[in-house]
C-alpha cells in the first residue's frame, strides 16, 4: 500500500500503536520486527484486541482485509510520520545533545503550554521508532511541536531530521557520550551537529547556548540565530544556588529577575536558559515563563530530589556519561550538605575510553571528602581505587541493607543499565 493511501487510513483511526502490550481498540497497529523476534506473529493478537488495522510485511499473516502489507514496516511507519508532517505548518523545534536535552524539552513544553497546545515526545521516545510515533501524535491543532533526538552514531541525527523536518533546532551540548558509536569528542560534535546541518540547508532557527563556545564553528552559516548564556548573548542570565537547588537570575538593559527552580544543581542553568530564550522567542510572557519553570519538577531518575527517613537524596541515574558525571560529582561536593555519600553506577558505551574515562572519574573523587563511596557495576573492576565496588547494583543493595547510612546526603548517579534504582529501593526498605 501507498503511503498516501495508508494516509487515508490513519485519518480515519489516528492513532499507531507498536507493541500489542499496549494496544487501544481503533488504534493501526505496526507489526515491527527486531533480532529476536517477528511482529508479524503479533498480527492476529492485535486485531483480536480491536485493532483498526495491521501493517505487516509478510503476506502469510494476512487473515484478514484489516491486514495491510507493506516492504518494510518500520520505513512504512517513518514514511506516514513524515506525510502527515508535511500537512502541519506549525513549528518544529528539534532537541539533541549529550546531557541534558530531556530536561531541556520538558522545560520548553512547560513553558510553550502557557501560549501554545503543544506537542512534545513523551518520556526519551526519542529514536527511530519514537520520532515517528511522536510525529502521529502531533493533532491538527496543535500550535507548536518538540521533537526530541538521541544518537549514538554518524547519521542518526540527519535521518531523524529527514522524518521530522524540524524548522527550529537546539543542541543542549556536546559531551562524552556514546563514545563508542561515535568514536570520540568529534564524533559526537559530527554527529550532534547534523541537526545543524540540516537546519542550515533548510534556513531553520537555532537556538544556540553561547557559553559553549564549540557551539559558534559548527553553527556556521546558519542565518538566524537566537543565543542564550551568561553573557554577549540575546538573552542572559546567571545561576545562583540556594541549597542544592538551581536559582537563575534573568538579565536584561533595564532590569533582572529571579527564577526559583526544583532543579538539583547549577548544570541545569543553561537548561533553563533554553526554556526562556525558546518561550520569550515565541512570545510567552516573561511571567509564564518563570511561572512554568517554576512550577516543573523533574521525575524519572532526573536529578529528583528525595527525602527518605534522614537521609537526603539526589536521584540523578537516568543516564551517565564523563561530563554528566562529572558536573553532578562537582555540584554535590561543592554544596553545603553534610555527610555527602556518593552511589556511582557504571558509564556504558565507552568503548576504548571506558577504563580511562572509569579512572578519571575515581581521581576525581578523590580530591574530595565524602563520608563513604560505592562503586557499581563491570566498568568500575579494573580501575585503581580505595573504594568499596559491587559488580552489580544487586550486590551493593544487600550491603545496603545489612550497611543502613542515616543523617546522610546521597547522590546515586549512573547509567540506565547500573540499575541504580535497585539500591534506592534498599535504602527505601531500611527507613
Not at 511522536?134 to 529527514?162: P, R, V
Not at 551537529?193 to 552559516?221: C, H, K, Q
Request: proline share 3%.
Amino acid at each position: 500500500m501507498e503511503t498516501a493511501q495508508l494516509y487515508e487510513l490513519y485519518l480515519q483511526h489516528p492513532a499507531v500503536q507498536t507493541d500489542t502490550r499496549k494496544l487501544k481498540p481503533g488504534e493501526i497497529f505496526f507489526a515491527l520486527s527486531g533480532p529476536n523476534f517477528n511482529g508479524n506473529t503479533f498480527a492476529k493478537q492485535a486485531l483480536d484486541l480491536g485493532a483498526a488495522y495491521v501493517v505487516i510485511n509478510d503476506p502469510a499473516y494476512a487473515i484478514s482485509s484489516k491486514c495491510i502489507i507493506v516492504d518494510d514496516v518500520l520505513a512504512a511507519l517513518q514514511q506516514l510520520a513524515t506525510h502527515h508532517r508535511k500537512q502541519l505548518q506549525i513549528p518544529f523545534i528539534a532537541i539533541t545533545g549529550s546531557n541534558g536535552k530531556t530536561t531541556t524539552k520538558e522545560l520548553i513544553a512547560a513553558v510553550l503550554q502557557k501560549k501554545y497546545t503543544t506537542c512534545a515526545t513523551q518520556g526519551n521516545l526519542n529514536n527511530h521508532i519514537g520520532v515517528p510515533l511522536t510525529l502521529l501524535k502531533i493533532k491538527q491543532d496543535s500550535g507548536i511541536a518538540i521533537i526530541e533526538m538521541g544518537a549514538n552514531h554518524l547519521n542518526e541525527i540527519a535521518s531523524y531530521c529527514n522524518i521530522a523536518l524540524p524548522t527550529h533546532g537546539l543542541i543542549t551540548n556536546c559531551g562524552k557520550a556514546h563514545i563508542e558509536g561515535f568514536g570520540g569528542t568529534e564524533g559526537v560534535r559530527k554527529g550532534k551537529g547534523e541537526l545543524y546541518d540540516f537546519l542550515r540547508r533548510t534556513n531553520g532557527i537555532v537556538f544556540r547556548n553561547s557559553d559553549l563556545e564549540y557551539l559558534a564553528p559548527m553553527a556556521a552559516g546558519i542565518a538566524q540565530q537566537i543565543t542564550y548564556g551568561e553573557a554577549d548573548a540575546d538573552y542572559c542570565g546567571k545561576p545562583l544556588m540556594q541549597d542544592v537547588f538551581l536559582r537563575v537570575a534573568l538579565m536584561s538593559a533595564h532590569s533582572s529577575s529571579i527564577i526559583d527552580t526544583h532543579l538539583v544543581g547549577s548544570y541545569n542553568f543553561p537548561n533553563v536558559m533554553a526554556a526562556v530564550a525558546v518561550g520569550l522567542h515565541f512570545g510567552v510572557f516573561p511571567d509564564d515563563i518563570k511561572g512554568a519553570i517554576a512550577d516543573y519538577n523533574p521525575d524519572n531518575s532526573r536529578s529528583q530530589w528525595l527525602q527518605l527517613g534522614t537521609n537526603k537524596i539526589i536521584m540523578d541515574a537516568y543516564n551517565a556519561n564523563p561530563s554528566s558525571m562529572q558536573a553532578a560529582i562537582i555540584n554535590f561536593a561543592s554544596s553545603e550538605l553534610e555527610n555527602k555519600i556518593l552511589w556511582l553506577g557504571g558509564m556504558k558505551e565507552m568503548g576504548h575510553e571506558e577504563r580511562n574515562e572509569h579512572q578519571a572519574l575515581v581521581s576525581l573523587i578523590a580530591s574530595y571528602e565524602w563520608k563513604d563511596v560505592i562503586l557499581v557495576g563491570k566498568e568500575f573492576k579494573e580501575v585503581k581505587s580505595r573504594y568499596r565496588w559491587f559488580e552489580n547494583s544487586t550486590e551493593a543493595a544487600a550491603f545496603i541493607n545489612d550497611h543502613k547510612p542515616a543523617d546522610s546526603s546521597i547522590l546515586i548517579k549512573g547509567s540506565r543499565g547500573s540499575k541504580m534504582e535497585v539500591m534506592m529501593d534498599a535504602l527505601n526498605k531500611t527507613e
